[in-house]
C-alpha cells in the first residue's frame, strides 16, 4: 500500500499543533489603555467661591417589582457569612419611594473645564457572591479597585461597548485587582460567569459631578461653575431621564427625578 | 426491478476491521458527549468562568466551583477528544485501504484541532456572537465527521451490497441531500440564536423547513422502500427524531421564557435547552447517516420500483 508522504507529515502536524494548543498559550494582557484626563491640557478651574450646587431625589412612581431570590445554595461558600437572603438588586426602594442604584450626572454644559482623575480608587467588594455596591460611579481614568471578600473563585467581567473589554479571575486572598476605563460610558454591566447571578454596573463620567442614590434617593452636586446644564438620571432597569437646570452664583437648585414603575418581567 | 452488486461496479472494497469501527463509534460517542457539556456550558453562561486558555491561570486542576465546573469539564472532555481523534486518525492511516478514508481521518483531526482553536478564541475575544456560532457549527461538523468515519468502518458499509433503483420523483438521494443542509442550517441558525447572533425568527422558519423536508424524505423511503431494513430504520429514526426534536423545541422557547426573570440559569431551562441541542446533532447524523446509506444503497433508476419485488433484501 503506497501512503503519500504528505499524509504523515500532515498528521504529525496536526498532532503537534494538537498537543501545543492544549499545553501553551499566552498570558493574559492586563494593562490598561492610559487615560485621556491624565494627559488632557489643562482648561478652565471651577472658582469656589462662585461655584453652585444641584440637589435633590429619584422617586418612583408606583410599586416597585418585587425582589428575587437567588439560589445560592450549589456554593456554600457564597451564603457562608450572609445574614439575609441573597435578593437581586434591580429595583431598591426606600421610603416614600425613594429609588437607590441611580447614577445623576450632569451629561452636558462643562465645555472647557477639565476635571484630572481623582487618585483615590473606586471600591468594589464581592461579598456574599454579590457586588457592593451594585451600581458605581466612577470618573475616566480613576482607578477601580476590585476586592474579593469571599472564600470562592470569582471573575469580574465590564462588557462595555466603549470601553476595552476584560475579564480576570480573583481566587479567595488575592490581591485587589486595579482597572480603569479610557472612555465615558453609561453604564457599563459587569458580570461573574462563575456565580451567575452577580451583575453589577459601573457609569464612567468624564466629570466629577455625579452620585449614585442610596436608599434616601438623594443626591447633591457641589461646586458646580454657574451654567446651564443637562442633568441625567440613569437606572439600569428604567433607563435615562434628563432635565435641564440652571445654576447662578451661589445658587442651590433642587431637581427631582421620578420614573415611573413597570412591572419587571415575570411580576 | 433492477439490482446490482457493488462488487460488480469496479470500486475497491477493504476488509472490515472490526476494532477500527468499535474505536470509531467509541469516539462518536465521546464526541456526543462533548457536545453535551458544550451545551452544557452555553446555557449556564460560563463560557467565560475560566478567562484563561487554555489552561486555567496556569493549571489543569482548577477550582471546580460555579460556572467553573461546567467550562473546565468541557475543556478537559475536548482535550479526551482530541486525544482520541489523533489515535482514529493515526488508525485510519495505517490500517485503512481506501485512501479517502485515511484523508477522512486527517480531515477529522483537522476539524478538532480547529475546533479547540475557535473555543480558545471564543474565550478570548470574550464571546464575539460570530466566534462563539462558529464553534458551535464546527461541533456538528465534526461530529459528523466521525460518525461518518462509523460508519464507513462497519462490516456493513464494507460489505457486498445490492443496489436498488429508485426511479420516481423526487428522487431519494435528492431529498437526502437537500434535507441535510437544511438541517445543518438550522444547527447554524439554532446556534446563532443561543449566542445571540440574532433572534429566534430565523430559527423558528428552519424549523418549518427541516420538518416538511425530513418528513418528505422518511415518507419516501417508508413508501419506496418499506422491505429494506436500513431504509426503514433511517425512516423511522428520522420520524421519532422530527416529533421529538419538535416537542423539545417547543418545550425550550417556553423554559426561556419562563425563566427570564429569574437571576441566574434554573435547572428546567438548561436540561430542556441542552437536550434540544444535542438531539438537534443526532437528528443531523440520523440525516447523515440515511444520506449515506442512500447513496449507497440506492441508484437513480429509470423504471418505476415495486418494494414488495425484492425478496433477497428482506433479511438484510
Known amino acids: 500500500m503506497k501512503k503519500s508522504k504528505w499524509g504523515m507529515y500532515s498528521l504529525a502536524i496536526g498532532a503537534f499543533a494538537l498537543a501545543i494548543t492544549g499545553c501553551g498559550g499566552k498570558k493574559e494582557e ?55 437572603p441573597a435578593v437581586t438588586e434591580e429595583v431598591v426602594t426606600g421610603d416614600g419611594g425613594a429609588l437607590a442604584n441611580v447614577v445623576v450626572y450632569v451629561k452636558s454644559g462643562l465645555d472647557g473645564y477639565s476635571f484630572p482623575a481623582p487618585t483615590t480608587p473606586v471600591k468594589i467588594e464581592q461579598q456574599g457572591c454579590q457586588y457592593h455596591p451594585h451600581v458605581a460611579g466612577v470618573q475616566v481614568g480613576q482607578a477601580i479597585q476590585v476586592v474579593n471578600d469571599d472564600q470562592t473563585t470569582h471573575n469580574i ?61 438623594k443626591f447633591d452636586l457641589k461646586n458646580l461653575p454657574p451654567g446651564t446644564y443637562t442633568l441625567v438620571a440613569w437606572h439600569e432597569l428604567y433607563g435615562p431621564s434628563e432635565q435641564s437646570v440652571t445654576v447662578g452664583p451661589k445658587e442651590t437648585k433642587t431637581v427631582t427625578f421620578t420614573f415611573k414603575a413597570t412591572p419587571a418581567a415575570g411580576d | 426491478m433492477n439490482t446490482s452488486s457493488n462488487q460488480n461496479s469496479g470500486r475497491l472494497r477493504a476488509e472490515p476491521a472490526p476494532g477500527l469501527h468499535k474505536y470509531a463509534v467509541f469516539t462518536a460517542i465521546c464526541t456526543f458527549l462533548l457536545l453535551v457539556a458544550g451545551a452544557l456550558v452555553t446555557s449556564n453562561d460560563a463560557g467565560l468562568s475560566v478567562p484563561t486558555w487554555p489552561l486555567a491561570w496556569g493549571s489543569v486542576t482548577p477550582p471546580m466551583v460555579g460556572g467553573i465546573v461546567y467550562e473546565w469539564s468541557h475543556r478537559v472532555i475536548a482535550a479526551s477528544v482530541g486525544f482520541l481523534t489523533i489515535i482514529l486518525a493515526a488508525w485510519l492511516w495505517i490500517a485503512e485501504k481506501r485512501p479517502w478514508m485515511r484523508w477522512l ?212
Not at chain 2, 421519532?240 to 426573570?261: K, N, T
Not at chain 2, 436540561?271 to 449507497?296: E, F, Q
Request: charged share 15%; glycine share 6%.
Open chain 1, 30 to 84: 492586563s494593562s490598561e489603555a492610559p487615560a485621556p484626563a491624565a494627559n488632557a491640557p489643562a482648561g478652565k478651574t471651577v472658582d469656589s467661591a462662585t461655584a453652585g450646587e444641584v440637589s435633590g431625589s429619584v422617586k418612583l412612581d408606583g410599586a416597585a417589582p418585587k425582589a428575587k431570590s437567588i439560589n445560592m445554595a450549589a456554593e456554600p461558600a457564597c451564603s457562608k457569612g450572609r445574614t439575609t
Open chain 1, 157 to 217: 467581567h465590564p462588557i462595555p461597548k466603549e470601553n476595552r473589554e476584560w475579564n480576570e479571575s480573583q481566587p479567595p486572598g488575592a490581591s485587589p485587582i486595579e482597572k480603569n476605563f479610557a472612555r465615558e460610558e453609561i453604564a457599563i454591566p459587569v458580570k461573574c460567569n462563575v456565580h451567575p447571578w452577580m451583575k453589577a454596573y459601573m457609569a464612567v463620567l468624564g466629570n466629577p459631578y455625579f452620585q449614585v442614590t442610596e436608599k434616601d434617593g
Open chain 2, 105 to 316: 481521518g486527517l480531515a477529522a483531526l483537522g476539524g478538532v484541532i480547529a475546533q479547540g482553536m475557535l473555543g480558545g478564541l471564543t474565550v478570548r475575544m470574550f464571546q464575539p456572537p460570530a466566534v462563539s456560532a462558529a464553534h458551535a457549527t464546527l461541533a456538528q461538523l465534526f461530529f459528523s465527521t466521525v460518525v461518518s468515519i462509523a460508519l464507513f468502518t462497519s462490516a456493513w458499509w464494507q460489505s457486498s451490497i445490492s443496489e436498488l433503483d429508485d426511479s420516481r420523483s423526487p428522487r431519494i438521494r435528492a431529498l437526502t441531500i437537500w434535507t441535510i443542509a437544511a438541517v445543518f442550517l438550522q444547527l447554524i441558525l439554532g446556534a446563532a440564536f443561543r449566542h445571540k447572533a440574532f433572534g429566534i425568527i430565523p430559527h423558528l422558519i428552519g424549523a418549518v423547513i427541516v420538518t416538511i423536508l425530513v418528513f418528505m424524505t422518511a415518507g419516501a423511503l417508508k413508501r419506496r422502500f418499506s422491505n429494506v431494513q436500513p431504509l426503514r430504520k433511517c425512516a423511522r429514526f428520522l420520524h421519532i427524531l422530527i416529533g421529538v426534536q419538535l416537542l423539545l423545541g417547543a418545550s425550550a422557547w417556553w423554559s426561556r421564557v419562563y425563566a427570564a426573570p429569574f437571576p441566574q440559569p434554573i435547572a428546567i431551562m438548561v436540561t430542556l435547552t441542552v437536550v434540544h441541542t444535542v438531539t438537534g446533532a443526532l437528528l443531523l447524523a440520523t440525516t447523515l447517516i440515511t444520506t449515506l446509506v442512500s447513496y449507497r444503497m440506492l441508484r437513480p433508476g429509470h423504471a418505476l420500483v415495486n418494494s414488495s419485488s425484492t425478496p433477497e433484501l428482506l433479511a438484510r
